[in-house]
């Protein structure tokens, strides 16, 4: 049988690569608590009583499913993010690859910190400098190509503290609330200010998402023609950077509807948690706050990744929830 | 209640207010025929066939649901497109609404042949000429506005010809094709190259597809401030014509998967044609040609609107199928 399935990985088989069992269905609902990761408080309560009130027919805040949508940030929201982006160390990783065949990339300040693995550098230079190495290290692939190397890469890649895949480093808390949602008839989207393509790669087999709920940055894509049939080559330029006001835009040009929920961790989420909490009715806003250096991180002011500041500040005065990892959350990973 | 729907119509009041009683329903398979207003031939065998093979657990041709992906044209494959884009008249009506506060206009040959009414000069114009009207007459809204201004229109206008609402000239056939293969788990996407907002603005309510599965030609968004909460602006310029070469490329940013099937009627349509059959495995590729003047209308080659010509001549040699809208389906519009 040729691969029919155009470059989307199976479910089943990534999710066993990655040593992630089928981690949806554990994370439904089975007739009790929907969240049972979520410890009680006030968070879980704002989680479980405002689904409750949108989906109650002909209560006051009912919303239909239509326009029940759902928003999530990827890095730090749904999977670690520290000590660097996992997109960052998949890129180092691939331009060390390439790098024997590309000589020219050593005139390059950013690319040579990349090549020497110099990290502190490639932290400092921000989701600029990501998209600038993702170009670098991706242009010249069509996006079938670039799935299918990513998904490779994602097989045999290990974190350096746990010594896990990548796919695994996912929060439990999280994948319940994806399956709460999906439970109660919302339709959730990834709105990530990683590239698109990447985060694509292993949304579906990971998150249930699928590749068209996915939001992200993006690389011009340009329509060219192989042997007689139409390529879609991935240039090196950015048209797109899907993080702090380009989120709100993003929604609009791919969802086109206001969120209902949206959930984010740091100041690069703060105009989408505006943009849905804004909207008129029942909404809800939700921060994660790493503030668990023993089960996983503890930042927020002072990091270069994920930094957490304004956000947290006009969090109360938006009504934001602030998700507490250490206090809120039983357990972080899955089993 | 306040507006919680965020600008989307509901679906039984806009289809009431269009004259349409729930179409979708009534287009699904009640047991027996699924394509009821299909004519049996070649053109129905093929739909048939095509989707008992993907869907056939353990066959050679199976595809799995989440790989399911149909795209659909909207003007001339969904629902009338002549004399001129419906969209095209919208514009008009708004132009003209806008002119007396906007003498600047008269400036401008484009502008002034819109608000004197020749369509002979803007059919001339093309695409291009549209999305410069579009912008001009719907610039400085945001999206929810102007989904409201094009849903309060479309509850109003008539077409000249037939004095129905432009969404009951929907195409029945389509609507069937479109509720079997959602019976089929197939996800099916409009990709147009009209306005992405004036077509979610009735996607919904009339073929039943949500508003992130609408791609089409974009507008800049600019997210500004106004009252303390963040505004997105829908600017003049035109910066993503989905249309031609742009239409794979529309795909692969917002599905990020191949489709299996796909439906146009112009050369408009071919890329995204070629880039669905193009590739492996079992696809399938369906040119409407509009042959049957006396119940719609008849044109190809030489038509300002929806020009058909290369399309049609590689057809044969591409193995798509040419639906005669004369011999293949039994009935053109809703009853």
Redesign the interface.
């Given at each position: 049988?040729?691969?029919?399935?155009?470059?989307?990985p199976?479910?089943g088989a990534l999710a066993l690569a990655a040593g992630l069992l089928w981690p949806l269905p554990a994370a439904r609902a089975q007739g009790g608590d929907p969240l049972p990761s979520w410890r009680d408080g006030p968070r879980k309560r704002a989680l479980l009583e405002t689904v409750a009130a949108i989906t109650q027919a002909g209560g006051?805040?009912?919303?239909?499913p239509?326009?029940r949508i759902a928003v999530f940030d990827n890095d730090g929201t749904l999977w670690v993010e520290q000590p660097i982006y996992t997109q960052m160390i998949f890129i180092l990783d691939r331009i060390r690859t390439l790098a024997p065949q590309r000589p020219a990339w050593r005139e390059d300040p950013d690319l040579r910190a990349a090549i020497a693995g110099d990290l502190g550098a490639l932290a400092a230079s921000g989701t600029a400098g990501l998209l600038k190495l993702a170009g670098a290290a991706q242009a010249g692939t069509t996006?079938?190509e670039f799935q299918a190397i990513v998904a490779a890469w994602l097989r045999t890649a290990r974190d350096a503290r746990w010594q896990r895949p990548y796919t695994a480093l996912v929060y439990q808390p999280m994948l319940e609330v994806l399956g709460f949602l999906r439970d109660n008839g919302f339709?959730s989207?990834i709105v990530s200010g990683g590239g698109?393509?990447f985060v694509?790669s292993f949304a579906?087999p990971v998150y249930g998402i699928?590749?068209?709920?996915?939001i992200g940055s993006?690389f011009a894509?340009h329509?060219d023609e192989r042997d007689g049939?139409?390529v879609?080559e991935r240039m090196p330029q950015v048209d797109f950077i899907d993080d702090g006001?380009?989120k709100?835009?993003g929604i609009?040009?791919?969802?086109?509807?206001?969120p209902?929920i949206a959930f984010g961790n740091s100041d690069g989420d703060l105009?989408m948690l505006?943009?849905t909490t804004?909207?008129?009715?029942?909404r809800l806003g939700m921060i994660i706050r790493h503030d668990d250096a023993e089960r996983e991180y503890a930042y927020d002011r002072d990091s270069h990744v994920g930094r957490l500041a304004r956000a947290l500040d006009e969090a109360p005065q938006r009504g934001w929830q602030v998700v507490s990892m250490r206090q809120d959350w039983a357990r972080i990973f899955p089993p």
């Open positions: 049988m040729t691969d029919r399935t155009a470059g989307l199976r479910r006051a805040d009912f919303i239909p239509e326009a996006p079938e339709t989207f698109v393509e694509r579906w699928p590749p068209h709920r996915v993006t894509l329509a049939r139409i879609l006001p380009g709100p835009v609009a040009r791919q969802i086109g509807q206001r209902i105009q505006r943009y804004e909207g008129p009715g029942r």
